[in-house]
Nanobody, 114 residues
Framework: VQLQASGGGLVQPGGSLKLSCAAS????????MGWYRQAPGKQRELVAV???????NYADSMKGRVTISRNIAKNTVNLQMNSLKPEDTAVYYC?????????WGQGTQVTVSS
C-alpha cells in the first residue's frame, strides 16, 4: 500500500491549505484514514481522522479550523486547513489503519510564516 501526500507549502498566518492523500488501494478498505503532524523536537500527533463510516475526530487544537473529507472519485482523503497559525508548522503525514497494520505516507511540509 502506498500513500502519497501532497498540498503542503508556505502560507502566511491566517491563510489556508488543502492537503490530499492518494491511496494505492480503495480508501474504504481501511478502518481509519487520517492526518498526523510532527513539528521539530516534538512527537507526532493526531490532526484529524476519518473512519470508514464517515465519522470524523479532530485534535482539540484544530477543531473549527480543519475539515477532513473523502473524495471517492479520486480515492483520496483531504484535509482543508484554515486560519493557520505559526504553531501549525510541521510535517504532515497521511495515515491509514487496518486491524493489523498502520500505513504512512512520506509527509508534506506545512510552514506558516509571514
Amino acid at each position: 500500500v502506498q500513500l502519497q501526500a501532497s498540498g503542503g507549502g508556505l502560507v502566511q498566518p491566517g491563510g489556508s491549505l488543502k492537503l490530499s492523500c492518494a491511496a494505492s488501494r480503495n480508501i474504504f478498505s481501511f478502518n481509519d484514514m487520517g492526518w498526523y503532524r510532527q513539528a521539530p523536537g516534538k512527537q507526532r500527533e493526531l490532526v484529524a481522522v476519518l473512519n470508514s463510516g464517515g465519522g470524523a475526530n479532530y485534535a482539540d487544537s484544530m477543531k473549527g479550523r480543519v475539515t477532513i473529507s473523502r473524495n471517492i472519485a479520486k480515492n483520496t482523503v483531504n484535509l482543508q486547513m484554515n486560519s493557520l497559525k505559526p504553531e501549525d508548522t510541521a510535517v504532515y503525514y497521511c495515515n491509514a489503519k487496518t486491524p493489523s497494520f498502520d500505513y504512512w505516507g512520506q509527509g508534506t511540509q506545512v510552514t506558516v510564516s509571514s
